[in-house]
Each structure stands twice: as structure tokens, then as C-alpha cells.
């Protein structure tokens, strides 16, 4: 089974809409993280999480909110969902500062 | 702009060439990372290099750091199909654990 796994693995939806993005990691890592992919822009950073009560805003994070439910559990929120939030969508897990982030298969989100 | 920079943008090849990859930031670097992603799908764990002139290789892939230009550069020695991918750094440029990414390097390699 994957380390680090996402749920939905796409997902289309309509302007206006709310819509939560799941990720669960089993290595019993404290640190997650949220990125989105955009060609040409490279992942950017949206929020990062260092265990279950402390929560930080990365690049960019207008327009989105999470929740680290227990330390395994960090999920994505898109409150009211906009054109230009379409991207590929990452989540990602680590235990220590200088450690790997082990990356999910991504969610490929596209807003109509 | 970009903090980290890579280049080449895109790189075809044939089987057996050598290539390098390079990834500059403009800030200090405290960690510089290397993963390989293909198309579309999650990102793979290349390398780790945290100290100036430290260099580390896995299998036919070699990492270098060089802290003074700021600089990391990733050599693939006799590339192979499996090598084709994207290609990107990262790293921590700020000391608040916080990581950027370069926008990715993507590798055509021709049998």
C-alpha cells in the first residue's frame, strides 16, 4: 500500500462550489504538507502543517483552508472554488526538517 | 522571477549520452532537494544535499552542491529510457522549513 495516498484522484467541479481534497499517510510521519503543480510554475506551497495543532500558511494560500483531523489526516479545503484553482494538486509527508517528503499521487482538480 | 532556477527547461537525448541538470537559487540554500516525477504522477525521492561541496550518487545519477554559488547540478551518467521524467529541485531558502521548487527540468531520453 502507498505511504501517502489522496483521495479523489480527479475531480471536476463547477465555479462556486466546495470541495475538500484527502490526504491520509501511514509512515506516522508529524510533518504534511499541500502543494499545487501548475506548468510552467513549478509546485508552490499552499499550507504545511508540523503536527496536529500547529498549521502555517505557505506561498500561497488565499483561497484555500485545511485541517490536520490526527496526525495522519491533513485535508484541503476550496471554500468556494474559482477557474484558476484548476491544477494537480499534491500532498506530501515528512518526519524531520531535513528529511524527504514523501509525495501522494496527486489529485488532478479541474473547475469549470 | 523564480528563487530556484533550473536548467535546461527540456532536455532530449540519446540512450548512452551523459546530461547535466542544474539548479540555482538566489538565496542561501539550507537543503537542497532532488526529485524525479513522471508525467503527471507523484513525486520520487532522488537526493538530499545539505552541506557545501557535498556530493551523492544512486545508481547512475550523481548530485553535487556547491554552496558558495548556490548551485546544485544532477549528472546522469549513460542515460537510459527509464531515466525520462521531470526533474525537480528543491529546497528550504528561507531557514523556516518552508520549500520551494523549481519549475522542473523534463527529460526525453531516445532509444
Known amino acids: 500500500d502507498a505511504d501517502v495516498t489522496q483521495t479523489p484522484r480527479n475531480r471536476i467541479t463547477k465555479t462556486g462550489k466546495r470541495i475538500m481534497l484527502e490526504c491520509s499517510q501511514t509512515?506516522?510521519?508529524?510533518?504534511m504538507y499541500w502543494y499545487r503543480q501548475d506548468p510552467g510554475l513549478g509546485l508552490r506551497l499552499i499550507y504545511y502543517?508540523?503536527?496536529?495543532?500547529?498549521?502555517n500558511k505557505g506561498e500561497i494560500s488565499d483561497g484555500y483552508s485545511v485541517s490536520r483531523q490526527a496526525q495522519a489526516k491533513f485535508s484541503l479545503s476550496l471554500e468556494s472554488a474559482i477557474p484558476n484553482q484548476t491544477a494537480l494538486y499534491f500532498c506530501?509527508?515528512?518526519?524531520?526538517?531535513?528529511?524527504?517528503?514523501?509525495f501522494g499521487p496527486g489529485t488532478r482538480l479541474t473547475v469549470l | 522571477s523564480q528563487e530556484l532556477e533550473q536548467s535546461p527547461q527540456s532536455l532530449i537525448v540519446q540512450e548512452g549520452k551523459n546530461l547535466t541538470i542544474n539548479c540555482t537559487s538566489s538565496?542561501?540554500?539550507?537543503?537542497l532537494y532532488w526529485y524525479k516525477q513522471k508525467y503527471g504522477e507523484g513525486l520520487i525521492f532522488l537526493m538530499m544535499?545539505?552541506?557545501?561541496?557535498e556530493e551523492k550518487s544512486h545508481e547512475k545519477i550523481t548530485a553535487k552542491l556547491d554552496e558558495k554559488k548556490q548551485q546544485s547540478s544532477l549528472h546522469i551518467t549513460a542515460s537510459q529510457p527509464s531515466h525520462a521524467g521531470i526533474y525537480l529541485c528543491?529546497?528550504?531558502?528561507?531557514?523556516?522549513?518552508?520549500?520551494?521548487f523549481g519549475t522542473g527540468t523534463r527529460l526525453k531520453v531516445l532509444a
Open positions: 509512515k506516522g510521519h508529524d510533518r
Open positions: 538565496k542561501t540554500l539550507y537543503g
Open positions: 544535499l545539505q552541506k557545501g561541496g
Open positions: 506530501a509527508a515528512s518526519q524531520g526538517r531535513w528529511d524527504e517528503q514523501f
Open positions: 502543517s508540523f503536527d496536529v495543532k500547529d498549521i
Open positions: 528543491g529546497a528550504d531558502t528561507s531557514g523556516t522549513y518552508k520549500y520551494i
